[in-house]
């Protein structure tokens, strides 16, 4: 396998920007498969995305992680996901947010150090 650099995904993967965060955890299954191309890029995003979620190390709560999950990865819509977790949309909405600003200070935190 090929290593590949994927400048422009790297160009547009700004980790302290919240609506780019909530799209590529979104997309997290995609930067999975172009990772298992050889895409680099998309492989430290991917495995940055995945410690950020659901490492020990994590700011997440367990309902931000079960919300962004379910919502996000898993792309169930946040009524439904409402439904499995026993909370309104309004309150799921509440911890994806959460979720998203956690991720967001975790790999800022990263960054940083």
Same mark, same amino acid.
């Given at each position: ?8 995904? *790297?160009?547009? $993967? ?16 995609? %930067?999975?498969?172009? /990772? ?5 890029v ?9 410690e $950020? ?6 700011? %997440? ?5 079960? /919300?962004?999950?379910?919502? *996000? ?13 026993? %909370? ?26």
């Amino acid at each position: 396998m090929s290593r590949v650099a994927n400048y422009r995904l *790297l160009e547009n $993967a700004d980790y302290s920007d919240f609506n780019i965060m909530r799209g590529l955890i979104k997309n997290m299954g995609a %930067l999975k498969k172009q /990772a298992g191309t050889g895409d680099m890029v998309a492989l430290s995003i991917y495995i940055d995305l995945k410690e $950020a979620i659901y490492s020990g190390n994590s700011e %997440l709560s367990s309902k931000q992680r079960q /919300a962004v999950h379910l919502n *996000l990865v898993h792309g169930i819509p946040q009524e439904d996901v409402g439904e499995i977790m026993g %909370l309104t949309q309004r309150t799921v909405n509440h911890h994806v947010r959460k979720g998203i600003d956690g991720v967001i200070n975790f790999l800022m935190q990263e960054v940083e150090e």
